[in-house]
């Protein structure tokens, strides 16, 4: 298959970018890495008018350090680069942790961290990190822009919360607490395959080494990245022994996700896969969070 004609614009700038989407934004659509959209093409799941190329625009692609030690990344950052970059894995580990597990080499060469975020696959590990790091979400449009929580930023199966004229243009993640471990885990038939279930987890300990806050993020098992809430809180307070930690992965597997069987998996088998990953993940954030005390 061949996509449908469009017309190809590259902006060179990111305020021509937001010039054009806010004139042709309802026909148009973004091309960053192209790993997940010119599939779309292809099979003309999309026809969009207009094809609106950004690579050009230089001033969305950075990777910057705060004062406060969080971490700023431009949209257009290359998924290599964040796999490699040594800022990134001592700022933000479990994206260091969990980009080696997109796809292939070829592909994160070329794919961005916002185009991963702004397509909102529910099998894609980025969305699910930015989600348990707490990330924010810099959306821009011609005249304005707002911050988004990566909470509000996810509304559905490959929906977000961007308007038709508005554009990805940073993520910004929050500085490392003191005292906290994190850890990724995926389960798929062979490296680089969409994953049948993963995970992100992230703990924190107080002075006692009791848990003062977790977060539980599952991908590949809903609609979106899934936030085990209930199972998190379930940890707050507690030591963090096996007999806990068990019982809060299986809350998350049994209780608060809803994964969908299909030809590679059932749906009982990957709330199984949900609640080892998940005890797996949360054992191995403690573990590190206990090193950083």
């Known amino acids: ?34 790993q997940s959209l010119l599939p779309v093409l292809n099979f003309r799941l999309a ?22 030690g969080g971490l700023r990344l431009g949209a257009l950052v290359r998924q290599r680069r964040l796999e490699r970059d040594p800022l990134v894995a001592r700022r933000a580990p479990l994206v260091a942790a969990a980009v080696p597990h997109v796809a292939h080499p070829q592909i994160r060469t070329r794919g961005t961290l916002g185009g991963s ?36 930023f996810f509304t559905g199966l490959f929906a977000t919360a961007l308007g038709e004229d508005e554009l990805l243009a940073e993520i910004a993640l929050p500085p490392t607490p003191e005292r906290s471990g994190v850890a990724f885990l995926e389960s798929a038939r062979r490296h680089g395959d969409y994953a049948l279930a993963g995970v992100a987890a992230r703990v924190e300990l107080d002075g006692s080494g009791r848990c003062r806050a977790a977060r539980l993020v599952y991908f590949s098992v809903g609609e979106g990245p899934v936030d085990a809430v209930r199972a998190a809180a379930a940890l ?23 994964p969908l069987g299909d030809i590679h ?7 199984h896969l949900a609640r080892v990953l998940g005890e797996r993940a949360l054992a191995a954030a403690r573990d590190r969070a206990r090193e950083a005390a």
């Open 236 to 258: 707050a307070g507690h030591e963090l022994d096996a007999a806990t930690i068990a019982a809060a992965a299986h809350l998350a597997a049994s209780e608060e996700i809803d």
């Open 47 to 68: 026809q969009p008018a207009v094809l609106v190329d950004i690579n050009r625009v230089a001033e969305l692609d950075f990777v910057r350090e705060e004062a406060d």
């Open 117 to 152: 975020l702004a397509h909102a696959d529910p099998a894609a590990e980025l969305p699910a990190v930015a989600l348990a790091l707490d990330a924010r979400l810099l959306v821009r449009r011609r005249g304005g822009e707002r911050w988004l929580a990566a909470a509000e």
């Open 1 to 34: 298959m061949k996509p449908a004609p469009f017309e190809y614009l590259a902006p060179r700038s990111l305020e021509e970018a937001l010039e054009t989407l806010a004139e042709r934004g309802a026909e148009a659509k973004v091309l960053a890495g192209g």
């Open 265 to 271: 998996a059932s749906s009982a088998f990957k709330r």
